[in-house]
């Protein structure tokens, strides 16, 4: 019961803070909006950087190929203010990200959601 | 029930815990939140006289992702616009194909972009013939000249113009600008302007913690009737000792960004 009150607490603070008018370099053109990805995987890189943050990581697919992906957030003003930092993440990190895809197949998104090991989410 | 209750009540404490502990920060404070700038320095107060002084934060309010409500183009105008391919608003292209100069080059926002698109708080600076400007978002600032010059005729035109001001009333503060760049874009839609674009900028102080901006534009080359781009923008006092973030759209972290989406062109 716990989990999924948790669940839906986390979607709706995602939604939230989603809804803000954080991306403000670009819209959703590039963004697959219909779809949603669960993947756990390893950092390879974190960019903090303007006009976007990108998370870089290791997945492995329901194929088994391993694909590095590229997510973006916001800029690191506006995800200072959501509690991320310069350090939020080193390459070897295990995460579990959940995102919204570009629409070509390439391995690149929109982050919504990341997990961390000991279980902290940042949204 | 009460365990639902006290669940959500700390849940949402340490949700309300992050989002304020990035707004009172002692070093690199980001401003104000998403939604309208709320913060206050005190009880309600007047307005000093004849004084814009402080660290002024619209939240967000002031980022104007979508861009503004232009009026009509011209056909000089539209044809202009035509090259632009911007992040948002009518022009939105794809990451990759995006052409913004300021996103994937580096290059100034510019004036008056840079109140129309990323206005992060800002610091007003009165000197004995100027008014300076100081902004958080790409860490420039403009000169508004207060000596009593005129605007230059057939100015060389420069990324942020030449402005002068005057106190209209004690509350009321007007700068009139002449001579942008027509480089650069008026907002994140990539609304285009001439070097003929001429600026009126209203800062009325309401009240100590509370300023409004109004910007109209008039530039008959690119539009049909002139516009009001902001319209009574709230703009609210931050405390004093605010230390504010760098948020500079370096030419480095430009291109780092343009590579990963390049991939996706790739693809």
């Known amino acids: 019961m716990k989990a999924k009150l948790l669940g839906v607490f986390l979607a709706a603070a995602g939604l939230l803070v989603a809804s803000a008018p954080s991306f403000a370099h670009h819209g959703t053109a590039s963004f697959d909006t219909t779809r949603d990805l669960t993947l756990k995987g390893t950092v390879t890189d974190w960019i903090w950087a303007n006009p976007h943050c990108f998370l870089e990581f290791d997945a492995m697919d329901e194929t088994g190929t391993v694909r590095n992906w590229a997510v973006e957030v916001s800029n690191p003003t506006d995800m200072t203010k959501r509690g991320w930092a310069r350090g939020s993440f080193k390459a070897g990190d295990q995460i579990t990200v959940n995102l919204q895809p570009v629409k070509n197949g390439a391995p690149i998104g929109r982050l919504r959601t990341v997990t961390l090991r000991d279980g902290s989410t940042l949204l | ?267």
């Open chain 2, 1 to 267: 029930m009460r365990t639902r209750f006290t669940f959500f009540s700390i849940a949402a404490t340490v949700l309300l815990s992050v989002v304020a502990a990035g707004q009172n920060l002692p070093w690199n404070n980001p401003g104000g939140g998403q939604g309208p700038a709320a913060r206050q320095t005190g009880p309600a107060a007047p307005a000093p006289r004849r004084d814009l002084s402080g660290i002024w934060d619209a939240g967000g309010a002031g980022i104007g992702a979508r861009g503004m409500p232009a009026a009509p183009l011209t056909p000089w105008g539209d044809a202009l616009g035509k090259t632009h391919q911007s992040g948002d608003g009518a022009r939105m292209v794809p990451a990759p194909d995006i052409n913004d100069p300021l996103s994937t080059m580096g290059d100034p926002a510019g004036f008056p972009r840079n109140l129309l698109f990323e206005l992060r708080p800002f610091q007003v600076v009165h000197t004995p013939n100027q008014v300076l400007m100081l902004y958080m978002f790409e860490k420039r600032w403009r000169v508004i000249w207060t000596d009593g010059r005129q605007l230059p005729k057939d100015p060389d035109p420069r990324w942020y113009g030449y402005s002068v001001g005057r106190w209209e009333d004690d509350y009321t503060f007007v700068v009139n600008s002449v001579g942008t760049d027509e480089r650069t874009w008026l907002d994140n839609a990539g609304n285009p302007h001439s070097n003929d674009l001429e600026v009126e900028e209203r800062y009325r102080r309401v009240g100590r913690d509370l300023m409004e901006l109004t910007v109209t534009l008039d530039d008959s080359k690119v539009y049909t009737r002139p516009w009001v781009a902001r319209d009574k923008l709230q703009l609210r006092l931050l405390p004093p000792d605010t230390d504010l973030m760098e948020m500079i759209p370096s030419a480095t972290e430009a291109a780092a960004v343009k590579k990963i989406y390049a991939a996706e062109r790739q693809q």
